[in-house]
């Protein structure tokens, strides 16, 4: 019994299985050889041995899958758990581990992912899904995002980790890059510092939120800004390039500051065209 306990639930699954398969197989050779002469009964015999043969794969099956279905359940658990214990641990090698558990989450189909207050530092992710992920209090520092799906998620209260001073603002390396991106309806709104956030390469930005934030060394490059809101919003030495101001939501409040450059960009309000 001590042997059989430790066995995987596999190797139970199979012994098991070999074991019923054993004993309908010698149920009926039994009752053939008992009554070899009677036709009816030996083909009634036939049919109730392979219906339960069918029947018993069929429950294999159901089992199986059901199995399965737990068992990634209990990953996604597990992965989560680990994901809480990364929490506030601002170094590199945290980071390396909670990008690990984001793969293995995706490939359990899990992309709901709350990772709040966590850190990225040298991060690349390629065609990665984050819709409806939470970033919101994180710490980036020099991430990037290329051609990845992160609609309806929040970025509020993020912060570009260990930029020291306002010598590292003109640094691009510590930049939070999103290129050719799917960002519609993320949410940036609130955030007091929002250092260089580069967005480019055709971002999609449309329906997205910046209401109550101040963006520093900031570039939107040949994104579509379609009914992007930027009300009260506040900008500090930011690039806009490409960009049609006709079809963003500015509201009255919104600031720049007169080292904002506008490059190639249409209808730019009466307010922003002294500061070109």
């Not at 050889?33 to 392979?50: C, H, K, L, V």
């Not at 590199?92 to 909670?98: G, L, Q, W």
């Not at 991106?181 to 449309?206: A, G, M, P, Q, T």
């Not at 190639?264 to 500061?275: A, Y």
Request: glycine share 4%.
């Amino acid at each position: 019994m001590k042997v059989f306990n430790e066995l995987s639930m596999e190797s139970k699954r199979i012994y098991f299985f070999a074991f019923v398969l054993f004993i309908v197989v010698l149920v009926q050779f039994t009752f053939v050889r008992e009554y070899i002469n009677n036709n009816d009964f030996q083909q009634g015999i036939m049919t109730e041995a392979f219906g339960f043969i069918a029947d018993i794969i069929l429950f294999g099956i159901a089992i199986t899958l059901y199995e399965n279905f737990w068992k990634s359940k209990e990953q996604i658990n597990r992965y989560l758990e680990e994901l809480e214990d990364y929490r506030g641990w601002n170094e590199k090698e945290a980071s390396y581990r909670v990008f690990g558990l984001i793969k293995r989450l995706h490939k359990l189909n899990k992309y709901d992912i709350n990772l709040s207050t966590c850190y990225f530092e040298n991060i690349v992710f390629y065609e990665d899904k984050f819709m409806g992920f939470n970033f919101s209090k994180m710490y980036f520092n020099k991430t990037v995002f290329n051609s990845c799906d992160i609609s309806s998620s929040k970025f509020n209260e993020i912060s570009c980790y260990k930029i020291l001073d306002y010598r590292s603002f003109s640094n691009a390396s510590f930049a939070i890059k999103f290129s050719h991106c799917n960002l519609y309806l993320s949410d940036f709104s609130n955030n007091k510092n929002l250092f260089l956030l580069i967005f480019n390469n055709e971002s999609n930005l449309k329906g997205s939120n910046f209401n109550n934030s101040v963006l520093k060394y900031s570039t939107f490059d040949s994104v579509n800004l379609t009914n992007a809101s930027f009300e009260n919003a506040e900008f500090i030495n930011c690039i806009f390039k490409d960009i049609d101001f006709e079809i963003i939501r500015f509201g009255e409040k919104v600031k720049f500051n007169d080292k904002c450059k506008f490059e190639n960009c249409k209808n730019i309000p009466n307010g922003f065209r002294d500061l070109n």
